[in-house]
Structures are given as structure tokens and as C-alpha cells.
């Protein structure tokens, strides 16, 4: 079954995705869904999503699931040019992504927020560390009705 995701920094679009594989494909010319059940990004050839399944939050990578209030943690890191995305269990590394990092905003209100709405690793990271922001986005998104 597929489900209707927003579709990351394109809030006018919506994704149709499939769980069970962890594909997807954008919904070019249906309207957008008033509700969705979570967010969907296309990075490098694979899609990640985070999203409601059942009573849990999920992270998708591909076909590869994470439940985020499991054993498994997350961080995301700047190093230099770079940030890297790490989803671990202990020292075991189940999920690592570098990709480019954003420039730094040279401006008095460029703060963590800007950074939390443009990319979505370092927001997925956040949402994952935060049991209070999960919780918040399971209560909006159980009630979603947003599947084809």
C-alpha cells in the first residue's frame, strides 16, 4: 500500500510511497492532500522518508526501516564542508550518508532553525533526538488518513 508523503522543500507537491520497497514517485498534477503522513526527500538515487507505521515513527532509507524510539541513535555532524549522517546501534554503523553541507548564513537572524528547514538530514536528526518532537509528530500524523 502506498502512502501520501509531503514532499521535502517542494511544499506544493505530495509523493506517493511505498513502504514496502521504499520507492517512490512524485504526484506532478494531483492536488496536494490537506494531511499527509510524513515527509519524503530524493537524495542520490534513493528516497528517505519519515513517517507513521502503526504506533511508531519511522525512518526509511531505501527499503531499510529504523524505528526512532528504538535502539538505534542518530546524530548528524558538520565537518567542515561536509555533514555526515550516522544511524547507529552502539558502535555498529547501520546507516551513514556525507553529503555537502549548506553555507553558513552570515546574517544577525540565521540561527538552528534555518538549518532544520532546508535540510532534511540534519531535521531528521533532530526530530530522532527529540521525544517531545516525536511525539508531536506521531499525534499529527496518526490520524492521517492519507494512503491510495
Not at 500500500?1 to 504526484?27: E, T
Not at 567542515?80 to 548564513?105: H, N
Not at 532546508?118 to 531528521?124: G, L, S
Request: with cysteine; aromatic share 14%; net charge positive.
Amino acid at each position: 500500500m502506498q502512502v501520501i508523503l509531503d514532499y521535502w522543500n517542494r511544499r506544493w507537491q505530495s509523493v506517493a510511497f511505498d513502504p514496502a520497497l521504499g520507492k517512490a514517485h512524485v504526484r506532478w498534477l494531483a492536488r496536494k492532500p490537506k494531511q499527509s503522513a510524513g515527509w519524503a526527500f530524493h537524495y542520490n538515487g534513493c528516497w528517505y522518508a519519515v513517517l507513521q507505521a502503526g504506533q511508531d515513527l519511522v525512518f526509511q532509507a531505501g527499503p531499510n526501516k529504523w524505528i526512532m524510539d528504538g535502539d538505534f541513535r542518530c546524530q548528524n555532524d558538520r565537518r567542515g564542508t561536509i555533514r555526515l549522517f550516522t544511524v547507529r546501534k552502539g558502535d555498529a554503523i547501520a546507516l551513514q550518508i556525507k553529503y555537502d553541507a549548506m553555507p553558513e548564513l552570515d546574517e544577525p537572524t540565521a540561527d538552528k532553525l534555518d538549518l532544520e528547514t532546508t535540510d532534511f538530514f540534519y531535521w531528521v536528526a533532530r526530530v530522532w533526538n527529540n521525544p517531545g518532537l516525536r511525539a508531536s509528530l506521531k499525534a499529527a500524523w496518526k490520524e492521517s488518513k492519507s494512503t491510495l
